[in-house]
């Protein structure tokens, strides 16, 4: 491993976000282009004395699968990732993010996608409740995605990931605070006002440990609750596949009219994986000021600041959160144009700017 | 995927070797460059409906975990290994011959590669008694380490490995045949002189099951009878390290006297591995006439016609051997000048040929 960055992202990942220590089982979600920083991760395991099963996680390869599987096939759990994830103590997953091509499920029908995004719910719960880590080790795919060079690219991450992650902390603990003294929330701005509870939810402060960069504060709102409309300007990459300019229309919860200016029918039929798919799991404000540009990455983007995030889907419970389901599709909304976040009917975020700024 | 007989390839492991069928869950044991054999097993088993786990097995990784672990933590099996080895149906390995670079393991103390092997026995132990197969797919390090250009390559692997099995089947059963009522066997050749009992033991015929290429007839000897001692001409090559020129003496079954011209020490280190270390756990007769060739890779070089080979360590439990370790060690001898093959005085093999050629 040549780029010192690399394994002061290995530390951060092993030390800061997963605390992995000796005796430590490490379950590994790796992808070809991940190499380095699996390498320099792996060395710190050994050091460690914790041992670790790297699995590999290629859209190619999975692409393949999904092509000539049936829906019963794609439907049944892998009984070896359940095992294996039952045995881990921590998951560190380098793979998922780590793409030679954002479109590589280009060519896959959208059930199909989401049988097997279905088929993941038992391995997911399981997860969840250990020890685990998403992050990214930078790719041509993902520059060229972010339409930035490689070299430039990698700066980008590298100021994303390696922060000083407890003085960040502190940063967002402001906002968070008032999160939680907080019962209605109410997002205006291009054809968008929306309003729900987080009345009794938790916010939580993402400070690089489940997610690395991590740079957002974040609850689950009351998802009975939502009332409006909302449109996301900047697009949803799922899984290869993209979704422009969506806008959904949310009465009593559920959402009842959902469009996208690109994609429409892969949003509805992932809005409609389960009971739970159509409903808000997620409220998020970005607060990572080193992400300060759009790169069509939803690990990145959802932390960069000036933005909001909704997911549809799965909620957090540790913020409280009841909604159950299968997906977890983030949706971002820029707010420095015009955006306003208003907090109990007081503004917390106006004309590009918090409060307290 | 292009080359069309990576398709025949793929389907030969799927159907032929492992019999894979519904509702079998498949553990992939997998490397970088094994990436194009990967997804179309994966696509096959995708039809067939069957999961699968992409174990990564990477050689560089691997290196990266040795250097830096100690030895408690090189002496503990990965919980994680453990579990998904027990929960699969089947084990395909395309991840361990496929080495980007023959000597990566090159700077890791010997010492430390025995204890890895060694933790990994009841990982072993386990597929052992699953449906498994262990193949191949060309890269240009083991293209260099055959001396061949990368193309020249893919023909020879690929006339090894796509045959017709049943045909091959029926021919080294003449061989299997002869074995079967033979007492004592006896090898003499250049500076060997060995002789062994395989009174009762049964002689398994290779027919591409477990092994691709496979084209091997072997059994385990009893292993207290071995005595003499034997000369393997062709280099052993081991995770990467080479011992060449072994010569072995034998009393009572225990390897008494070791030396090579090259790497000594490694030979030494893995024969004492354990007390099954330094006995005979294999006697093979090579048959694949595809495989004309040495090209230093094991997985070949033992079918190949014209050629014994013995390991030390473990013995084939389905064989009758009772022999027991973590390790199992193949050494060629070629046989093509001067040796003769005995079996119960009589020489089966000799001048070159078969008695029945």
């Known amino acids: 491993v040549a780029d010192p960055r690399v394994l002061e992202h290995a530390r951060i990942v092993v030390e800061h976000s997963c605390k992995v220590k000796k005796g430590d089982s490490v379950l590994i979600l790796t992808a070809p282009e991940a190499h380095e920083l699996l390498i320099a991760i792996v060395a710190r395991l ?188 900047l697009p949803i990459n799922y899984l290869g596949q993209e979704v422009r300019g969506a806008r959904l229309k949310f009465r009593n919860g559920q959402a009842a009219e959902m469009n996208a200016e690109e994609g429409e029918e892969l949003l509805k039929t992932l809005m409609s994986a389960d009971s739970g798919a159509g409903r808000v799991g997620e409220l998020g404000i970005g607060m990572n000021r080193g992400i300060n540009r759009f790169t069509k990455n939803i690990l990145f983007d959802e932390k960069m600041g000036d933005t909001i995030h909704l997911a549809v889907g799965r909620a957090f419970p540790e913020a409280g959160g009841t909604n159950e389901s299968a997906v977890h599709i983030d949706m971002i909304k820029s707010m420095k144009e015009g955006g306003t976040i208003l907090f109990d009917d007081v503004a917390v975020y106006a004309n590009g700017k918090f409060s307290w700024e």
Request: proline residues 5%; negative net charge.
């Open 46 to 233: 050994g050091k460690i004395g914790a041992d670790y099963v790297a699995s590999d996680f290629d859209s190619s390869v999975m692409r393949a699968y999904l092509l000539d599987a049936d829906e019963e096939t794609l439907s049944a759990p892998s009984r070896i990732t359940l095992a294996a994830a039952k045995e881990a103590d921590v998951m560190i997953n380098i793979g998922q993010f780590t793409i030679s091509n954002s479109h590589e499920m280009s060519d896959i029908p959208p059930h199909k996608l989401q049988l097997a995004y279905l088929a993941m719910k038992p391995v997911v719960d399981i997860i969840e409740r250990k020890r685990w880590n998403i992050t990214i080790h930078p790719t041509s795919a993902l520059a060229q995605e972010a339409k930035m060079s490689y070299e430039a690219y990698c700066d980008f991450v590298y100021s994303a990931i390696i922060r000083d992650w407890p003085k960040m902390a502190a940063e967002m603990k402001v906002l968070a605070d008032k999160m939680a003294a907080t019962k209605t929330v109410r997002i205006l701005g291009n054809d968008t006002d929306i309003t729900f509870s987080i009345e009794g939810r938790k916010p939580l402060v993402d400070s690089g440990e489940k997610n690395l960069p991590g740079g957002e504060v974040f609850t689950s709102p009351i998802d009975s609750s939502v009332e409006g409309h909302v449109y996301f300007d």
